[in-house]
């Protein structure tokens, strides 16, 4: 009877052995999906980043054909196109360029406002509405990511997948947020001229 005993205790352990092998390659499995998850909704907002990128420089020509003497408006934002577009940062490093093309983008939207002929310009319409659509899928798309970067992150703190994640080195991801001392650029861009 001794030997059974011996036995028993022997197959929960390897039991036990098993189920833990077959947990940390579930985990890891789980980790690696989340991890190209948050890169793939990276991804996505960086081709909607690049159509606003676009956009921009048509926007700017319609405007300065109207309004010449506001150079200084069409700089800020021509520079701040700029910024934008060759910042590879972070995603933090990349909401703060964000925020100030945004930023930027207002101040053009409401120079805009002085030029009737501007505002009936079917160019600077058409303009508008491609951004203003442009717009919607760069928020939807941080959306996506942050909430990509929340299950990602989760699952990094989670117990018992910490310590899957710690062995094999996973890092949490950036979350893509608007910072608290810009509260302007919380507000979104306007671009309905009706």
């Not at 028993?8 to 690696?32: E, H, R, S, T």
């Not at 990128?53 to 109207?66: A, D, F, H, R, S």
């Not at 299950?151 to 990094?156: E, H």
Request: glycine letters at 4%; one cysteine or more.
């Amino acid at each position: 009877m001794r030997g059974n005993g011996t036995l028993i205790v022997f197959y929960i352990i390897c039991g036990l052995a098993v189920a833990i092998v077959l947990y940390v390659i579930y985990a890891y499995n789980k980790l690696v999906s989340l991890r190209v998850k948050v890169s793939e909704a990276w991804s996505d907002i960086e081709v909607q980043m690049k159509r606003r990128y676009n956009l921009i420089p048509n926007l700017v020509e319609t405007v300065k054909g109207y309004a010449k003497h506001e150079a200084g408006t069409l700089e800020k934002v021509v520079e701040a196109r700029a910024r934008a577009l060759d910042n590879h940062g972070s995603p933090h490093e990349q909401a703060e360029s964000e925020n100030i093309l945004t930023g930027a983008l207002k101040s053009l939207f409401a120079l805009a406002e002085s030029y009737p002929d501007l505002k009936a310009n079917q160019n600077f319409l058409s303009l508008q509405k491609d951004l203003s659509e442009v717009e919607e899928h760069i928020q939807a798309a941080r959306r996506y990511y942050n909430g990509s970067v929340r299950d990602n992150n989760t699952m990094i703190d989670q117990f018992p997948s910490n310590f899957v994640a710690d062995s094999f080195k996973f890092i949490k991801a950036e979350f893509f947020e608007i910072e608290e001392a810009d509260a302007a650029a919380r507000q979104p861009v306007d671009v309905n001229f009706d």
